[in-house]
């Protein structure tokens, strides 16, 4: 930036006046900045988002600011909010590892600063809704159905299920409401019987099970 220098003058030299040029180094006007991050653990699409926090070294947050995120191949160019926040979806990651690179180039008033994060994905719990049921000893085939969901409560579809009843092991696959049909065709005399209806888990989804009582009079 330029300046002007006034010099009034004395007995022995008249006043004058220049204009000079000033040039200040950032860094010794520029505050340190830190990145701080939440929510690094999560599971399969558990609705959550990675946090990342902008502020100076002392706390205080850096609004209207530009942050880079680079996960899973993306890279987001997000502006802080009032709370020094942006926010990134951690939905539809495949459960795993995976490193979040988190840059900010700084500013007239902030240092630059980075980071590096660890983001946890685990595999989800899905819901298995199982009832105790009753069937008269006449019916042939005795159809029970079972309903299966998503962690968030959606309909689990095309999911492979078991039903283990008197030593037998019956096979069905939901439908796309989530509804999955046993045809239990072994069960030929009167009495209670347990019974353990399993989903063995996937890629995606941790394994469940449920045991429930069937009864045929």
Known sequence: MKQKLFFDGNDTYNASSTRVSIT?????VSNPSKITVKNTISQYNGGK???VTLSDINGNIISGANVKVSLNGKNNVLTTDLNGQVKVSLNNLKPRTYNAKIIYDGDNNHLNTSLSANIVILKA???LVAKNKS???KTKTKKYAVTFKTNTGKKFKKAKLTL????KIYRA???SKGKATFKITKLTKKGKFKAVIKFSGDKNYKKVSKKVKIRVK
């Open 135 to 137: 069937f008269k000893l």
């Open 164 to 167: 283990k009843v008197k030593g």
């Open 49 to 51: 988002y990675l946090i």
């Open 125 to 127: 719990t899905p819901k």
């Open 173 to 175: 696959v939901t439908n």
């Open 24 to 28: 200040v180094n950032r860094t010794s």
